[in-house]
């Protein structure tokens, strides 16, 4: 069965960085889109960052210049470097796989807590 598992998560203070890693199975990573999702308290799920099979990238505006994601398809592994992280950045951060218009699958989450 699909499999997404994401670690890398943690506390961490203001200005600190922090790596996110999912590592995929039971799907053909390289031709699915892989996104970074996040979801503070009391709020909707939102994106964060995807990058394409191709390698093309997107991030949401409030992290660009600070978030890079990347994926490594020999490892079946997606990373989001997070660097000069604010208290707003506090969520919990999901991995999602998305291919096909139809297979969509999720990581049971990671808490990313930036705080001093």
């Known amino acids: 069965q699909v499999q997404l598992v994401e670690s890398g998560g943690g506390l961490v203070q203001p200005g600190g960085s922090l790596r996110l890693s999912c590592a995929a199975s039971?799907?053909?990573?390289?031709?699915?889109?892989m996104g970074w999702y996040r979801q503070a308290p009391g709020k909707q799920r939102e994106l964060v960052a995807k990058?394409?099979?191709?390698?093309?990238?997107y991030y949401v505006d409030s992290v660009k210049g600070r978030f890079t994601i990347s994926r490594d398809n020999a490892k079946n592994t997606v990373y989001l470097q997070m660097n000069m992280l604010k208290p707003e950045d506090t969520a919990v951060y999901y991995c999602?796989?998305?291919?096909?218009?139809?297979?969509?699958?999720w990581g049971q989450g990671t808490q990313v807590t930036v705080s001093s």
């Open positions: 999602n796989a998305w291919a096909n218009f139809r297979d969509d699958y």
């Open positions: 039971g799907i053909i990573f390289r031709i699915y889109i």
């Open positions: 990058i394409f099979s191709g390698g093309r990238t």
